[in-house]
């Protein structure tokens, strides 16, 4: 009787939060765009007063302390949150940025060859009859000795 209600519940609440959300969602898209572009704006402004400020104090010798450079980065980190929230509110397509060309790294004289071997599960072989066996050896003792845990411990709360 219990589940039932509990069942009934669940279902209730659950087919409240599906018909609701559509109609919020609805309503705050309306100028919530405006919104995030002014809080993304907002933060870049203070960042960038912020980031002047230190600058001037290294350029009259001075040096920010850890709390400065601290304050700093979690007002960079507010201001990259607050544009990339209005870049997905407002739906604008990110920038790409052009491609940087990379010094070319030395390569070493030998390279590896054929499929590598990763482990149990690994996705770059193809897993053989001696890994399937050792995984259900594994599953199977792990179930085993669960329900002989269970069962030791029902047998000392009864007696």
Known sequence: ???I???CGVVVVGGALALSSPAV???TAKGSCSG????????KSMYDSYDRELRDLTNQG??????????????????DNASSMANRT??????????KSMPAKPRPKAMPHGKVKAGSGAMS??????????TMSAALVAGAAGVWLLRRRDDEELG
Do not use: I, V
């Open 1 to 3: 009787m219990r589940s």
């Open 5 to 7: 209600s509990a069942l």
């Open 25 to 27: 969602h609805a309503e």
């Open 36 to 43: 995030a572009m002014a809080t993304a704006k907002s933060a």
């Open 62 to 79: 001075g040096h920010p302390d850890r709390s400065q450079r601290d304050h700093l980065g979690m007002l960079r980190m507010k201001s």
């Open 90 to 99: 407002c739906g604008k397509p990110k920038k790409s940025m052009p491609k």
């Open 125 to 134: 072989a193809a897993s053989g009859p001696s890994d399937l066996a050792l």
